[in-house]
């Protein structure tokens, strides 16, 4: 099972948006509706963001959201804020094995 | 507060096995499942197998199948996670994370444990 592919990196100024994309294939991304996003921040755990494509766990902020079309997910940072600069995961089912993102850095300019 | 709370850093020799212990509070033992993910240096998140404490029950991806062994001792409410034949490329931070149910996402993660290994 191949690595879902996403951006190196994608920035933004304050109170922007940016969104990070999440490719896969018919037999991850496009075959299930189990897409999960998790922050990272250097030398912590990860947090999870989104899960189910689109839905927040309690205490994210609703600025941000997930989407999939096809086999593309994307999660979007609306209203930048200098806490959100991190790593950023994007995940998978893909019937039985889990598959990861490459990973996006998202830079707070 | 849930917490999963991992043992500590480890060096291995080439050849050698590592055994990772993930120890869940704050919530019944048996109600998750348990899944390791590792991130080598710069890398991406790579899913290395889960166990459901309830009945031991584990499944591995085959890349690490006959690798990998994930096992919980529910006298202690732990679960250990022991890679063999370790090599270079399998110097990374090692976490645990637990997902309730069937529901397919990782709502907390251990702290991680660095697993160096050099000869």
């Known amino acids: 099972q191949s690595a879902l592919t996403q951006p190196h990196s994608v920035s933004g100024s304050p109170g922007q948006s940016v969104t990070i994309s999440c490719t896969g294939t018919s037999s991850d991304v496009g075959g299930y509706n189990y897409v999960s996003w998790y922050q990272e921040h250097p030398g912590k755990a990860p947090k999870l963001m989104i899960y189910d494509v689109s839905r927040r766990p309690s205490g994210v902020p609703d600025r941000f959201s997930g989407s999939k079309s096809g086999n593309t997910a994307s999660l979007t940072i609306s209203g930048l804020q200098a806490e959100d600069e991190a790593d950023y995961f994007c995940c998978s089912y893909a019937g039985s094995p889990y598959v990861f993102g490459t990973g996006t850095k998202v830079t707070v300019l | ?119």
Request: glycine residues 10%; hydrophobic residues 35%; aromatic residues 14%.
């Open chain 2, 1 to 119: 507060q849930v917490q999963l709370v991992q043992s500590g850093a480890e060096v291995k020799k080439p050849g050698a096995s590592v055994k990772v212990s993930c120890k869940p509070s704050d919530y019944f033992f048996t109600t998750y499942l348990i899944h390791w993910v590792r991130q080598a240096p710069g890398q991406g998140l790579e899913w290395m197998g889960a166990i459901n404490p309830s009945g031991g029950a584990t499944v591995y991806p085959q890349k690490f199948q006959g690798r990998v062994t994930v096992t919980r001792d529910t006298s202690t409410s732990t679960v250990y996670m022991e890679l063999s034949s370790l090599i270079s490329d399998d110097t990374a931070v090692y976490y645990c994370a637990r997902e309730y149910g069937a529901t397919n996402y990782f709502d907390y993660w251990g702290q991680g444990t660095l697993v160096t290994v050099s000869s």
